[in-house]
């Protein structure tokens, strides 16, 4: 057999590998991306984060796949390529280290989703209303209608509370009435919480008297609510009504 009909073997035989690892890249592609979204769409992530992560899937086991091409028809250069291609994602990784960071946080929080749009969260010495959850960012409206983005890498780093993650929330009313006077009765503080729309029944409002000190009575009343801060507001000029010689303040 001559050099060049060896030649030519060897890359037919080269060829055949190469068409079967594009036909193998291609199929099972499909299948990764089929599967993830999948996956994603039982968790109830987006459907653009959906469909996004989905074809970045695709793509991966794609470049894999030209990878395994460059393989078989490099043979000994494969090496070097993969060398290159390292140091050029080590240059990039380190020039975008930041960004990076924020865009697989941002992924983390479409796909885990510890808070939604809507949700009232507080993060990093803020607190505000999710408006929108992008990949690097998250932008929060706070309530004096301040706009904060966030990045999305706090969230991996910070504690974060998301207000509203239960339908009803804790609030703290105190009631100061001088003692010399009829005392407040828990009962007929509770009469008052009870005829305000939205106070939860469950758990129970709840009124403790906590001190006595210079003649006047301290109660702290507690409740759960829904709304907690309209909640408090209403109870608060409820019993200012109802006590006008009292003092009444939130926590």
């Known amino acids: 057999m001559s050099v060049d009909t060896a030649v030519l073997v060897e890359y037919g035989t080269r060829t055949v590998w190469a068409l079967v690892v594009v036909a193998v890249a291609l199929v099972a592609a499909r299948g990764v991306r089929r599967a993830t979204m999948r996956m994603l769409a039982r968790n109830r992530a987006q459907?653009?984060?959906?469909?996004?992560?989905?074809?970045?899937a695709q793509v991966a086991v794609i470049l894999l796949g030209v990878l395994g091409v460059l393989a078989i028809y490099t043979k000994d250069a494969f090496g070097w390529i993969?060398?290159?291609?390292?140091?050029?994602?080590?240059?990039v990784g380190l020039?975008?280290?930041?960004?990076?960071?924020?865009?697989f946080a941002g992924i983390w929080v479409l796909v885990e989703r510890p808070f939604r749009i809507g949700d009232t969260i507080a993060v990093a010495g803020e607190s505000g209303v999710v408006q929108e959850i992008a990949f690097r960012t998250t932008t929060l409206k706070t309530p004096d209608g301040r706009g904060v983005i966030v990045p999305n890498a706090v969230f991996m780093t910070s504690s974060v509370v998301n207000l509203t993650s239960f339908p009803t929330r804790r609030g703290?009313?105190?009631l100061i009435v001088d003692d010399h006077e009829k005392p407040a009765g828990a009962d007929e503080i509770l009469a008052v919480l009870a005829a305000l729309p939205g106070v939860a029944a469950d758990p129970k409002p709840t009124v403790e008297l906590r001190s006595v000190s210079g003649g006047r009575a301290h109660y702290q009343i507690g409740f759960w609510a829904g709304d907690r801060d309209a909640i408090a507001s209403a109870a608060i000029g409820a019993l200012r009504a109802r006590f006008p010689r009292g003092e009444v303040h939130g926590a």
């Open 47 to 56: 459907a653009n984060v959906t469909i996004l992560l989905g074809n970045l």
């Open 95 to 103: 020039s975008l280290q930041d960004i990076l960071k924020n865009f």
């Open 82 to 91: 993969l060398t290159s291609f390292s140091a050029v994602g080590l240059v």
């Open 172 to 174: 703290t009313i105190w």
